[in-house]
């Protein structure tokens, strides 16, 4: 299990900017409902592979 930290919280709500967490859910690859939890605050800790998608879309975006 991993642990979103507030910083990582905030990435993927800057590089969101305007989109659906639809379309954010899309193009990760994590549950919307999982991803609104953890954009809300609601859920810090999640699944290695949770945590794995979320961070290499990050590194992608800042490409």
Known sequence: MQ???D???SLLLTNK???SVK???D???VNR???TDILTGK???VRNSTYD???YWLKQSKK
């Open 7 to 9: 910083s990582m919280r």
């Open 27 to 29: 193009a990760t690859g």
């Open 17 to 19: 900017g305007m989109a």
């Open 43 to 45: 859920r810090n800790i």
């Open 33 to 35: 409902f999982t991803l």
């Open 3 to 5: 642990t979103i930290s």
């Open 23 to 25: 379309t954010l859910a």
């Open 53 to 55: 998608k979320l961070d």
